[in-house]
């Protein structure tokens, strides 16, 4: 039975018709332009053909280009200024409360913006914990101690947490250890990925409280 909700940030406590995303999208691929010294557009190519085999963009660069300054590519891809591609959402808070569950966040950026986006919503005080992509060591998702330790920390288990993110490779690397997970899919643009692998997906969040009842069966 499901008794604790393990939340990913970004387009998933959050809707993805904010700015925010794709600005971050596009200062990462300015950063990696920047340090290959090469045009934004082959930045663009190589990241997507290579971006998939590591959890994450900064994985790529620090295993295929030896970057070693995290600190500089978070400011540059997460400035305090990124505050302003949010929208408000009056509902957020008391909406996460009715679901009267324990809950956690887990992100692959860094504290600083977990911090900046849980605070603007007004949030930050409704979880066990927020754990970003330093807790283990720069290896975020779907690495399996990216979940296994900050599940640890909170006195969870894989067994009885429901894990809820907007990227399928994230929510199938949960499931492959055991858990369960829910793919935030606003678009709609991974259908064929739901159907093949048998993860359910919802539109937004406030779509969970059914889905909580079904799973709870």
């Known amino acids: 039975m499901i008794g604790h909700l393990l939340f990913d940030i970004d387009n998933t406590l959050y809707s993805a018709s904010n700015l925010m995303e794709r600005r971050i999208s596009e200062r990462m691929f300015q950063f990696i332009a920047n340090f290959l010294s090469v045009p934004l557009e082959e930045a663009i190519r190589l990241q997507r053909a290579r971006r998939h ?11 295929e280009y030896h970057f070693n300054d995290r600190d500089t590519y978070f400011e540059a891809v997460h400035p305090a ?11 957020l ?15 692959n950026a860094p504290m600083a913006h977990a911090e900046r ?11 066990l914990g927020i754990f970003d ?5 720069g290896k ?8 296994i330790k900050p599940l640890a920390a909170v006195h969870k288990t894989v067994e009885e947490t429901l894990f809820l ?5 994230y929510v199938q690397g949960f499931v ?4 369960q997970s829910v793919l935030i899919d606003e678009k709609e643009r991974c259908t064929d990925f739901t159907k093949t692998s048998g993860i359910p997906s919802i539109k937004s969040i406030y779509e969970l409280p059914p889905l909580l009842e079904r799973l709870s069966v």
């Open 133 to 137: 992509i330093s807790y283990n060591q």
């Open 53 to 63: 085999n590591y959890g994450t963009t900064l994985e790529w660069l620090e295993c």
């Open 165 to 169: 993110d907007d990227c399928p490779a």
């Open 117 to 127: 986006v849980l605070n603007f919503f007004n949030i930050s005080d409704l979880f």
């Open 176 to 179: 492959q250890i055991g858990g």
């Open 140 to 147: 975020g998702k779907p690495q399996p101690d990216a979940f």
């Open 81 to 91: 200024s990124e505050i302003s591609e949010l929208q408000p959402d009056p509902n």
């Open 93 to 107: 808070r008391d909406f996460l409360i009715s679901l009267q569950m324990p809950m956690t966040v887990l992100t």
